[in-house]
């Protein structure tokens, strides 16, 4: 995307499809390369595949509408840059059909307003490369890029330098986004957290009248939900660090939290009100979705 502000460098190509860099990016980025598209095995249309995996967590996939998605990118410029996407497989704005291209501006504000309280940016580039030729890495899916940016964040945007330096893990990220476009898009002001164990086998609840009940936080109208949960967790265990998405894996299903992890070696400290729990009794078919998070390297990682 050519950026039209000055002391932008133009990046290279289009980050969806960034091949392995060397050096600094190539070691940061590995894992999650791996992790996600599949390492060089991967073929056939990115942003297809993915919206046919129906493990929206796994595929970085914040929002599924009718006609079009959100979903973030592996190969960020700046934290939380997402791109927004019709369903459909067309190369250009003008083979798309006016649905998808209504709802992908649709999505644009409440996007900018979720990303704009999760990450307190000043502001964004939001732009499409039509054709290989103009930068599009994936250049017969039509996808358009919202990226945060913040005063003065082009003097440490290694994009020239080869490297990426990211302030949190992907995940981390995923969750908090994900948390407040839904929020944007007719969720609700409360969020549900999920406190797991070094081990992530324990979960922290209490028994309600019609089944376990997790820490849950409510955020005021400018906070972030994951703001909220933050001090809803800060309350309830002390240290733990948000590691990702925990529930239902699909944007479409109803259910879902923020997850957050005490450090290896610290009890999952239970008060009177609240157990440490057997997580599959607590969170059922969503349990397994918490080991994942320590076998995606949540759980001091790279980057930490
Ligand atoms: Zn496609």
Same mark, same amino acid.
């Given at each position: 995307m050519k950026c039209p502000n000055a002391g932008l460098p133009a990046p290279p190509s289009d980050p969806a499809s960034v091949p392995a860099q060397p050096g600094d990016q190539q070691r940061l980025w590995a894992p999650w390369r791996m992790r996600? !598209? =599949? =390492?060089?095995g991967e073929s056939g249309c990115v942003f297809c595949r993915r919206l046919a995996d129906r493990d929206d967590v796994r595929s970085l996939i914040l929002h599924r509408g009718r006609h079009a998605f959100a979903i973030m990118n592996l190969y960020p410029y700046n934290t939380g840059h997402l791109m927004l996407v019709p369903?459909?497989? !067309? +190369?250009g704005p003008e083979q798309a059909a006016p649905e998808a291209l209504a709802e992908m501006a649709a999505l644009v504000p409440p996007t900018l307003r979720a990303l704009r309280r999760v990450l307190r940016c000043d502001g964004f580039n939001i732009g499409i490369n039509v054709g290989a030729d103009a =930068?599009? =890495? !994936? +250049?017969?899916h039509l996808h358009e890029h919202v990226v945060p940016r913040w005063e003065g964040d082009a003097n440490f945007m290694p994009i020239l330098a080869g490297t990426t330096v990211m302030p949190e893990l992907i995940p981390a990220t995923y969750a908090k986004v994900r948390a407040d476009l839904e929020r944007e898009l007719g969720g609700s002001d409360e969020v549900v957290c999920v406190i797991v164990n070094a081990g992530r086998d324990r979960v922290l609840a209490k028994e309600g009248e019609d089944g376990w009940r997790l820490p849950r936080a409510v955020a005021g109208p400018e906070e972030a939900l994951w703001q909220a949960a933050r001090r809803a967790v800060d309350r309830v265990v002390g240290e733990a660090e948000l590691v990702g998405w925990a529930g239902a894996?699909?944007?479409?299903k109803a259910g879902g939290g923020l997850a957050f992890a005490v450090p290896e070696g610290a009890a999952l400290a239970a008060g009177a009100r609240w157990l440490a729990l057997p997580a599959g009794d607590v969170l059922g078919e969503d349990a397994p979705m918490v080991a994942d998070l320590v076998d995606d390297g949540a759980i001091g990682g790279a980057g930490r």
């Open positions: 996600y !598209v =599949g =390492g060089s369903n459909e497989h !067309v +190369a =930068g599009a =890495g !994936v +250049a017969d894996r699909e944007t479409t």
